[in-house]
C-alpha cells in the first residue's frame, strides 16, 4: 500500500537517493546531472513549495513538490515535480503521486494544475499524465538537452481542476 505524506527534515536522506539517480540520467529533469545534495534540497524544499513523500512498507520510495506556479494574478495554478526511485518504477507511485496532488491542489484552492516541461521522450511520464487528465496544450522545440538524444522537446502539459 502507498502512503503518501507532507515530507519533513528527517526524510531528506531518502529523498535524495530518489532525486540523484534521477536528474544523474541526464533525461527527464532540466537540473544539472551534477546538482549537489545541498542544491537539490534546497531546491525541493524551497520556502512556497509543499513537499511529499511516498512510502510502501515505511520506506520512502517517491517524493514531490507542488507550488503556484507564477506569483499574483497567476497564483491559481498549481505546478508539480514528482521522482520515483529508479529501482521502484512501474509500482504505481508516480500515478498515486500525481492523483493525490490533483485532490491536494483543489483542497489548496489552486483551479489547475500545469507541467511546464515535460519531456517528450519521456513517453511514459506523457502518457500517465494524459492518462491522468492532462493535455498537451505546447510544445517548445528542443528545449532540453538530453544527455544520449540530445536537443529534445519539451511538452507543457496542463489540467482544469476548478469550478
Not at 22 to 50: C, H, N
Not at 123 to 137: D, N, P, Q, S
Request: with cysteine.
Amino acid at each position: 500500500m502507498i502512503t503518501i505524506r507532507p515530507a519533513n527534515a528527517t526524510d531528506h536522506d531518502a529523498i535524495w537517493a530518489i532525486i540523484e539517480p534521477v536528474i544523474q540520467a541526464g533525461d527527464t529533469y532540466m537540473y544539472a546531472p551534477d546538482s549537489s545534495r545541498e542544491q537539490m534540497l534546497t531546491i525541493w524544499f524551497m520556502p512556497g513549495k509543499a513537499s511529499y513523500v511516498a512510502e510502501v512498507d515505511g520506506q520512502i520510495l517517491g517524493t514531490f513538490f507542488m507550488l503556484a506556479n507564477q506569483p499574483g494574478l497567476g497564483a491559481h495554478v498549481a505546478n508539480a515535480g514528482y521522482m520515483v526511485h529508479p529501482d521502484a518504477r512501474g509500482r504505481g507511485l508516480a500515478k498515486a503521486m500525481c492523483l493525490f496532488s490533483l485532490t491536494e491542489a483543489r483542497r489548496l484552492g489552486f483551479k489547475a494544475m500545469q507541467f511546464n516541461a515535460v519531456v517528450s521522450t519521456n513517453t511514459v511520464a506523457v502518457k500517465l499524465w494524459e492518462r491522468c487528465g492532462f493535455a498537451i496544450i505546447g510544445t517548445v522545440p528542443n528545449a532540453y538537452q538530453h544527455q544520449t538524444l540530445g536537443l529534445v522537446d519539451t511538452y507543457v502539459m496542463y489540467q482544469w481542476l476548478g469550478k
